[in-house]
């Protein structure tokens, strides 16, 4: 008797369809499919492998079990891979995760901490500290009338701590223990490419059906004089500090450097950021970055602009318009595809001109084995940006056709307030589509949920063609990010504004501004009752 693990099973029905395909497999006597297990005893003598191809013709994947359990075939390090996974961050994870789902055995191989940027490095720890900072600003300022804030005393230690537990248990409980259930093997070790076919694990060959590089990207500084420096910290070093700086020099306006500029003056540093383009954010609207350095400015962050690095000397960092000291120097300045000491060469996988590794529609490189996901690809930087092209690449890297959708990708700065935004900038959209472009705004303080928080920092702006469909929405208001969904899915179907309208928004909820600021193309909302 052959049992088989099945995968892509929805329904009963699906598992009816899975019996005939297997009793239609020569040499096949007996066949029993259980949908609620997910898996298949067959009877007889029928090769495996006809079973398993007979499977996957009817839509599904299975997966051979051996004695030790459902996932012993994947986990003996002795039989070949389907797909090599080299990097463990999100793109990586994601791709182990889809194609271990589709039958196939996986391997993911990680020189470094298990988890890549995001979990350790980037968008957890960053992210920890806004809150501690925020809770640090709410105690010294509550900002609502009646509520007397008696200030706050931060221990930078303890934030830190409680920083890098959470981290500890998130590498464990959603990296390492969720690949070992869905039986991907993990080694540690270096990947190289010797051949286009042929992959090396600290020496050891490895041979696959295809292979995926999902190493992500790293900081890369700028060329200044002095920036070998001992006082010089990237976003590797602010967010996994152990001590406070008193004060920090932030080279770099982008979102990075304001997220982490923010979370640190909160906390107790003394901040100046330096941007050498004119205005913070230089890729959001203007009208929106210029109300958020307003309100960056009045919690105490001094901000330069226009000012370009000369040079730096320890703490000291002499620019075109002055010179700013620092007890550290925050450098913000870009990032970089972590290909060296792959092997790529060898490989025959071609990079672009800024040294990403160039991938089609399908994520495949210039060597038709070897895929490519995340940020090593040059996609746009975002955690799920990594992980939908790492389920893409690996549904491709056995044999599907999909591709990647980056037609309505939404971005945050996670800022407070944070600034949120989709599609089209009111720039973008004119320079594209001309005068029949329209926008619209909604300040906050016309927000009944802002009115009753007392907290009115914050502008709506939404972006619509001479039809009214949605091209961009952008949003500047306390947790952003959580409302800017709704413009990604406006944007992608292409949904008229008027649909946003006619949407039910709960009262009192900061997305009712949504809904508002579409309003607000036809009608002057100030003329709106707050409740009908």
Known sequence: MIRLKLFGMTCAGCAEAVGRALEAVPGVRKVAVDYEAARAEVWGDADPGDLIAAVRAAGYEARLEEAGGPAAAVKNESTSPDLVVIGSGSAGVAAALEAAGRGARVWVVESGTLGGTCVNVGCVPSKTLLRAGEAAERARNAGFPGVEARGAEV?????????????????????????????????????????????????????????????????????????????????????????????????????????????????????????AQDRILPGEDEELTTLLRGYLEKEGLQVVTG??????????????????????????????????????????????????????????????????????????????????????????????????????????????????AVGLSEAEARARYGEGVRTATLDLADLPRALAAFDTRGRFKIVVDAEGRVLGLQLLAPEAGDMIAEGALAVRLGLGYRELIETYHPYLTLAEGVRLVAQALDTDVKRLSCCA
């Open 307 to 420: 000012v370009r690095v000369e040079r730096i000397e320890g703490g000291e960092v002499r620019t075109t318009g002055g010179v700013y000291e620092g007890e550290r120097v925050l450098v913000a300045t870009g990032r970089r595809a972590r290909t060296r000491g792959l092997g790529l060469e060898a490989a025959g996988v071609e990079l672009d001109a800024g040294g990403f590794v160039r991938v089609d529609t399908a994520l495949r490189t210039s060597n038709p084995h070897v895929f490519a996901a995340g940020d090593v690809a040059g996609l746009p930087q975002f955690v799920y940006v990594a992980a939908q092209s790492g389920r893409v690449a690996a549904q491709n890297a056995l044999g599907a056709g999909a591709t990647l959708d980056l037609a309505a990708v939404p971005r945050v700065t996670f800022t407070d307030p944070a600034l949120a």
């Open 155 to 275: 221990d930078f230690a303890g934030v830190a701590r409680a920083r890098d537990a959470l981290v500890s248990d998130l590498r464990k409980r959603k990296y390492r223990e969720v690949l070992e259930a869905a039986g991907v093997v993990l080694k540690q070790g270096h990947a190289r490419f010797t051949a286009p076919d042929r992959l090396e694990v600290d020496g050891e060959p490895v041979a696959a059906h295809a292979y995926l590089v999902a190493t992500g990207a790293e900081p890369v500084l700028p060329t200044v004089p002095g920036l070998e420096g001992g006082r010089i910290w990237t976003y590797l070093d602010a967010t996994t500090a152990r001590e406070r700086p008193e004060s920090l020099v932030v080279v770099g306006a982008g979102a990075v450097g304001l997220e982490l500029a923010q979370a640190y003056r909160r906390l107790g540093s003394r901040i100046v950021v330096l941007e």
